[in-house]
């Protein structure tokens, strides 16, 4: 079984890509074929796992607001793996992550992990212009899921990244940027393709205390002085 990693690291970013490397080295999917792939406009210690993918800085938004796009126009390349996951590069595995996190048959061949701003059937803050292809109606969203950390069969998620990554044109032909970017996006997608969904261990900020288990944190930074 051979699992893609997907790591989108530009700009200031770069500096958290060695720690990350070491995490998941040593908890992410032990016993199978792991590659990573590393979407960079730095210089990274590349290896037979290891694969540097240039990619140019956007800066934020656009950073966040096109990552599907990213994977998209890499799709030939990440269509060999059989999964595909992609990991925020502010993040660090302290738990050993293996099958569990898999797609089940009933799942859409897709994985997302609940916000844990919005655990406990909290409402989380989707797009609410009509105007933007993210909309999600008054009526819609049941458990709000967090960019962070997601993924899939590479057959669906390549689906879902090309699908994003053509409404986020759309909305920017009509000079609309969806209120959480690819996150927004994301949702929405899942509303109409619901995945397998983990618990906030999995995407757990490294400073709060919620009652699950530290398996994947969110690691604590200045926005202000990466986001640029």
Known sequence: MKIGLLVIATGKYTQ??????????KHFM????????????????????????????????HATLKRYHVFDNNKDVLSEMDYLFYCD??????????????????????????????????????????????YVTPNEGVIYCAGGFNGGTSEAFLRMSKTIKERVDKDLEKNIIAIWHDE??????????????????????????IPFEKKLLALDKNHSEIRV
Not at 30 to 54: A, L
Not at 122 to 128: D, F, M, N, P, V
Not at 184 to 209: A, G, T
Request: hydrophobic residues 30%.
């Open 16 to 25: 958290f890509i060695p720690p990350l490397f070491k995490s998941v080295q």
């Open 184 to 209: 927004s996006q994301m949702n929405r997608y899942f509303i109409d393709n619901h995945p397998k969904i983990l618990n906030p261990s999995y995407c757990y900020p490294e400073s709060w205390s």
């Open 89 to 134: 590069a502010d993040m660090k595995f302290v738990a050993d992550i293996g099958e569990e996190i898999l797609p089940e048959k009933d799942s859409n061949g897709l994985v997302g992990t609940e916000h844990p701003g919005f655990h406990g059937g909290r409402r989380g803050t989707y797009e609410t212009r009509k105007e933007s292809t993210a």
């Open 30 to 61: 032990n016993g199978h074929e792991v590659n990573i792939f590393v979407f960079t406009d730095g210089k990274i210690p590349e290896n037979d796992t290891i694969k540097r993918v240039e990619q140019e800085h956007l800066g934020w938004p």
